[in-house]
Structure formats: C-alpha cells, structure tokens
C-alpha cells in the first residue's frame, strides 16, 4: 500500500514537473530553452524496471510513471527481465524483451533538438541467450543501429549517444528484431536540448552544410582535456566526459592545467554549446618548446563526415598572452592564428569552434600548434567533442535507410519502420544486373512514346575508355565531382564525349551508377543531356555522354574563362532547363525528381543550348494518390528544399526550389554559397531576402547587367524566384507556371529597344539554330 502511495506521488510531482515546463515555455516564447534548470522535455526510463534506479547522479523511473501521461508503449509481446549480479551497473539490472516491432511514442512538450541515449547489457539470467539478439532501431526516418548484436563486440555494454532535431509533437523510437529473434533495452533517454547547440560550423568539405542547426549526430567521443583523474565525469545535461590521456600521439608531449572553477569567467559567455565549467578548468599546453604541437588521434569510420567541437580557455595566460596557435584536423588548418585575448578581450574566458569535416581515413587528427610567425611558443585547448553526422548528404544509402519500409500504422501520429536484413551477395548482383541492362537496352527497339523511348545505350569495354582518354591524361580532364573525374574524351570514329569515371574512394557509387543508367536510358529531351553508353569492368564504373562543349551555367556565371552571358542568353539558358525538367516532372510516365538542381548541373553545348546532368541521385516521384515520397535527405546545401531538409518528404516542388536559387544565381552572377563573402552574405538566398527587405536588390544584381536588361524582365525573373523559394512547398508553383513566367521575361527582353528583331524571329532562330546563330544574327 505504502508502495502504491509512494510511485503515485512519483507520478503527480512528475506531472506537475512537466505543467511546469509547459508553462515556462509559453511564459519565454521564441526564447531559447537553454535558459531553463529544468530541460522542458525529460524522460529517463528504466525499462523493465518495478523501481527507480540512480545512476551517475541521476534517477531512472520505471516505464510505467510515464506512460500515464507522456509516453506510450506500442508493441504486440514484451517482458520485463531483472538480474542483479553480473551487469555492469545499476542501469543494466532490468531490460525490456520485445518479439515484434515495438515503439516508444514520447509527447514532446517542445519540438526541438533532443538527446537520445540508449543502454544495452545482456542480462545472464534470461532464457536465451541475449548476446545473440539483434538489435535495429529507428527514429525520425534514421536507422540509429542497424542489426547490432553482443558476439563479436568486445564489451559487456553498449552505451549510444545521439542529437537528434525533433520537428513533430511526437518522437517515436522504434525497435526492430530480425531473423525471427527477439530484441531488448535497457534504458532510454529521451531529452530536450539548447536548439542553437550546432549553429555557425566551419565547413571543412566539398559539401556544403548550411541548416546545421538541423542536422542529427551521433556522440563519438567528449573528452575533458586535462583531466588527471581518469575517471568519466557527466555534466547536468547528461553528457559523458571522459580524459583525453590516451588518444594523445606518441610523439606530445603536453602538461596538463588544472585550476579553481572560481577562476573561470564563465558568466561572460554563458551560451548553451558550452561545456561544463570543470571542462575549461582543465587543459593541456606544450609541455617543451622544442616539440611541434599537440596532437590526439582518433579511431573513426572512414567515408564519413564529423562535426568536431573544440573547446578553449586560455588558463596560462595572465598580463600578456602566452598563446597564439594554428588549429589542424587532419593536416589541414581550421582555424589560424588563434589569439583568444583578442578575441575575448579576457583571460581564462570559455571559448569554442565548430568545424564540419569528412575523413577517407580510419583516423581522425586533431592538432595544435604554435603559430611560428609569431614570438609565442604555446597552445593549448580545454575540451574535444567528435559527433558523426548521420544524416549527412550523400551518406547513408538508400539500401538500409528506414524510409523506403514504413508500413502503414493504424496510429495517425508514427510509422513504425520495417529494415529487409542484408542479401548476400547483393553487389554482386547490382553489378551483373548493371551489366546485363546495358546489353539489353543496346538491342531494344525504339518504342512509340517519345518519354519512354531509349537512346543507344553501349557497353563499352576498358581498352576503349583508356584509348579515347589517352590512358585517362589528366591534361583532359574537364572537372571533377562527387562521383568522381570527368575527361574529355575521343572514340574511334572521332566523335567527341565526355567520360565520367568513378572514385572508389568517393561517397557515391553502384547505386547512383546504376539509377543514372537506369533514368537515361530511358529519356529522351534536348534539354537532358545524353547518356551513350557505360563500362563496368575490372570494377571500374563508368559513364560515357555526350560532349558539351561549353561547359557549366555555373562556369559562365562566376567562373573566369568566359565572357559574361547577356540577360537575353541568361534567360533562354533557365528556359531550356525549364522545359527538361517539366519533362522530368510531367513528360516521363512517372514523375522524377532531379533532387540536385544547380547551376554546375545545367550544361550548354557549343551554341550555349543547355541540357540538365547528373543524375545519379534522382528518383521516380511519388504515385499519383501519393502526395511525395519519404526518403532520406540527398543535394547540394545552398540549393536543398528547407521543407525536404526537415520532413524527408521530397516531391517535384523540391526541383521547383532549387530552380529558383538557380534564377537567383543567373540575376546576380553570383554562387550560391560562397564562403569568401562576409559572414552575412555567405548564402546567397539570405543576402538576397535582406536586400529585398530593405529595398535595394539593385547590390545584388550581376554588375555586367547594369544598363543592359530590360528591368522589367528582370524583376519577372525576380519575382518569379521568390515564388520558387517559398519554404512550404504548396506556395510555390509548378514548373510549367515557371516556364511561361521566364517566357513573359524573354518577351519583354526582346521586346526592348536594344533588340531590333522580332519576338516570333528570334524565338524561331533559337529553335533552329541554337543560341550562338541567334547573336550573329542581332549583330547583323
């Protein structure tokens, strides 16, 4: 009796906790959570549990004092297992056995970023043998663990860490037995963090990240730089910080700091990325002058893309500063001449930098090192934190994404996810598959419908590819990309093409060989470029086109080698990549979405006639009782659909989106992001709207227009960009709408004075004869 009295006041006070909560988000508004004691959202579960549990300074309860009010727990068959001997700690004394999908529904008080933390330790009591559950879990649309057992892992626990941005009133994490066996947890915690923890990242890759903010990470290491003590330390939000002796290099030599927190100026710059003040109260400096740097490797899964936090404070300092040092990540240098009076015009002030960085490499390395060109012999940093990125752009492959298998849910508020295991041998197979549709395609008959009819599709071998690139000479490579080196390239009969070859160590491969073989062949638009043929031998993937000979759009907007295109080349440039993609999304007998439309993907041939490229990562748009497709987040930042970014759901109103950055970078010479600019006008489409709101777009516009467009056509194009760059995608328009508008543009171009030729004519001339005999014309 005492005991039932007992969890129902556990569960009034956890109650009243979460009104409280509620009401203090209502009382702060658009103000940042961070600011609160108390995170809005708190669920700590001790799954299996009949008693709360204390671990590390904090209480687990068990699943049942929330499933009262915030939680609920969604499965066919599950049983609650306890052992109190032989587990590593408390945390792991009870588990939650599922035997079918099974998911945690939490009501989110607040939408927002959230940890999640998952425990897992075999129980030795239960009836089988738990090291031989696996184990996959889902939320989000993200495949946290994919098929993770105990027998090949060398620990008795497993312990994940993750931040992931919730953007519904509900996160549902979802566990997913396979091969008929069972799965369990421990212990899960879901919650709620500072929303502005990951803002204003150092890119350090070829690919652009700009909604930081809204990307979901998993924990690799923390560590408390300095720290003697050796002994795991975690912060009120949760986090585990351990010491950083042991990823050290060899050749450091380091002195650790330690000094009172009472010293730390913390209150200054108290932001919500900080770490905990006995982080920065520890550090390490150059222990001897004669040695280089510091540096600390780490082990990390090579083809992925980090976020890396380094955390400083410059606790050796006093009068004069003592430090001013170069920051490295793999060799490169992130962050130069690092001065942190100069910068906090203070000693023993908490500081930290974000970077954003991909490794091919198993290792990731972290150095600092005095800056030579200065007097100063020392550096030093507080604390490192490493997070994967798993939601990265070009990353996860659809092939275990959790997306493609959600069954459909009596519940209107979460799919639960279905993940096929892995086919053996499916490489294999893709590749024989590749192959065996090459062949098939060069001996099918052209058929009737004009969408569906396949241009030649041949299989080249290696000898010829090697030839036609004189045994691929880098004097003829014409660029290179995500999937790897495009040459020039010569065929036997003179014919000129361009040769895509792939990188085996590149982010890209069979998958988007195969889908860009499999769309190609298939299409047929002058204003789609043309796939000839491929090779696939000795495990080299390749794709053979058409040669175009003038280049990129991009190129032609800020690159150097060319002459600037006028407005009337501009516009009729955006309308034949208009009409390749209403092809795209109307012509084909489905709906397919580019998903990576930019300037550097529009190509012109020798008369400046473009042809939309690379389509590698396109896919067939949804059925027509569908309103998108749910699929993992895949583009180039600077161009991605916000609204795609943040739901996962993609329709053809994503292409319509990325068109319109496209229009912004043709009205103003400009790319869309640019990294040299100054912090506010990096991205394109932010400066733009700035300028907008202040009314003068004039700065924007591409100086080598000024005086030579017609501004009424101009301010169409405008207007009709802004239309496309709606964040809901239901207030931007289809891409017919944009076709006709960028008509109505060259029309009122043409129609200008400066143009003695008339609409009909010209329009006529550029079907004909293609853009260059139309200037030659007007000249005459």
């Known amino acids: 009796m005492k005991q039932q009295i007992s969890m129902r006041m556990l569960e009034l006070f956890l109650w009243m906790q979460f009104a409280l909560a509620s009401l203090l988000v209502m009382a702060i508004g658009n103000e940042s959570s961070s600011s609160l004691s108390i995170p809005v959202d ?33 499965t066919q068959k599950s049983i609650a ?34 940890w999640i ?32 057992t105990f027998i090949n892992y060398g620990g008795s626990y497993l312990f994940k860490e993750y931040a992931i941005n919730v953007t519904s009133p509900t996160l549902s994490l979802t566990f997913i037995p396979s091969r008929n066996s069972f799965i369990f947890v421990n212990a899960v915690e879901v919650v709620s963090k500072p929303n502005d923890t990951f803002t204003d990242a150092i890119s350090m890759t070829s690919v652009h990240m700009e909604h930081h903010s809204d990307l979901a990470l998993e924990t690799v290491y923390r560590l408390d730089v300095g720290n003697e003590s050796h002994t795991n330390r975690n912060d009120d939000l949760g986090r585990n910080w351990e010491g950083d002796e042991k990823y050290m290099a060899s050749n450091s030599r380091a002195l650790n700091i330690s000094v009172d927190t009472s010293s730390i100026n913390f209150a200054t710059q108290n932001e919500p990325g900080m770490a905990p003040i006995w982080v920065y109260a520890t550090a390490k400096a150059m222990a001897d002058e004669t040695r280089p740097n510091l540096t600390w490797v780490f082990s990390v899964n090579p083809n ?27 060799d490169r240098v992130a962050y130069e001449r690092v001065d942190l009076y100069t910068i906090l015009h203070n000693f ?25 060109t200065t007097n100063r012999r020392n550096a030093t940093i507080s604390g490192l934190e490493i997070m994967k990125i798993i939601n990265e752009v070009r990353i996860l492959d659809e092939v275990t994404s959790a997306d493609r298998n959600l069954p459909n849910s009596s519940s209107t508020i979460v799919k639960l996810a279905i993940i096929v295991g892995p086919i053996i041998g499916a490489a294999a197979f893709l590749v024989l598959t590749t192959i065996t549709f090459c062949y098939m395609i060069a001996h099918r008959s052209k058929a009737s419908s004009r969408s569906t009819t396949p241009t030649s599709c041949r299989l080249f071998t290696l000898q010829e590819i090697s030839e036609a690139t004189n045994n691929f000479d880098e004097c003829l490579v014409l660029g290179e990309g995500g999937f790897g080196k495009v040459y020039e390239g010569t065929m036997d009969n003179g014919i000129k093409v361009a040769i895509k070859v792939a990188n085996p ?44 000979a003038n280049g990129s759009l991009s190129g032609h907007l800020y690159g150097t080698a060319f002459v600037p ?37 529009i190509l012109l041939d020798k008369n400046l006639v473009p042809k939309v490229a690379d389509f590698g990562i396109s896919r067939k748009g949804p059925p027509l009782d569908k ?30 989106f990325s068109f319109g950055m496209v229009l912004m970078e043709v009205i103003s010479g400009k790319p869309a992001l640019d990294n040299t600019r100054p912090t506010e006008h990096i991205n394109l489409a932010t400066w733009a709207s700035s300028c907008q709101e202040k009314g003068t777009f004039h700065e924007i516009i591409d100086s080598n227009l000024i005086g030579k467009v017609n501004l009424d056509s101009l301010n169409k194009v405008r207007e009709l960009a802004w239309k496309c760059l709606e964040e809901h995608r239901k207030n931007r328009p289809p891409m017919v709408y944009v076709l006709c508008e960028l008509e109505d543009a060259l029309h009122l171009e043409l129609a200008s004075p400066i143009w003695q030729v008339s609409v009909d004519c010209a329009l006529d001339v550029v079907a004909e004869n293609g853009i260059e005999e139309e200037r030659e014309q007007d000249v005459a």
């Not at 001997?85 to 939408?111: E, K």
């Not at 890209?508 to 491929?534: P, V």
Request: charged share 15%.
């Open 505 to 548: 160590k590149s982010r890209q491969g069979l998958g988007e060989f195969q889908n860009e073989i499999q769309l190609l062949s298939k299409l047929s638009h002058k204003n789609l470029i043309s796939l000839i043929g491929c090779c696939d031998e000795n495990s080299q993937m390749i794709l053979v086109y058409e040669f175009l």
């Open 42 to 74: 708190s669920f700590l579960l001790a799954c299996g549990s009949s008693v709360n549990i204390t671990f590390q300074g904090r209480t687990f309860f068990p699943e049942s004092v929330y499933e009262k009010h915030r939680l609920e727990l969604k």
């Open 304 to 330: 992925y893309t980090y976020f890396v936090r380094v955390h400083f404070c410059d606790t050796i300092s006093n009068s004069i500063s003592l430090a001013i040092f170069n920051l490295f990540i793999n």
């Open 81 to 114: 297992v306890t052992s109190d001997s032989g587990v590593p700690a408390p945390i792991y004394q009870s588990a939650r056995v599922f035997w079918s999908n099974a998911s945690y529904i939490f009501r989110i008080a607040r939408p927002g970023h959230h």
């Open 627 to 656: 309103s998108h497709v749910t699929t993992l987040v895949k583009g180039s930042f600077g161009y991605l659909d916000p609204e795609y970014f943040r739901t996962k759901y993609l329709t053809a109103k994503s292409d319509v």
């Open 348 to 372: 023993s002030v908490p500081y930290y930098k974000d970077f954003i960085v991909y490794t091919r490499e198993h290792d990731l390395m972290v150095t600092v090192a005095p800056d030579r």
């Open 565 to 601: 295109l006028s407005w009337k080349q501009r516009l009729l440039i955006c309308i034949g990549a208009a009409k390749g993609l209403h092809f795209l999304h109307t012509g084909a007998p489905q709906c397919i979405i580019h998903r990576d439309v930019k300037t550097a993907n």
């Open 117 to 148: 933390r998952l425990y897992f330790s075999p129980l030795p009591n239960f009836h089988q043998n738990m090291s031989y559950a696996s184990i996959t879990v889902i939320t989000e649309g993200l495949v946290l663990l994919s098929d993770f």
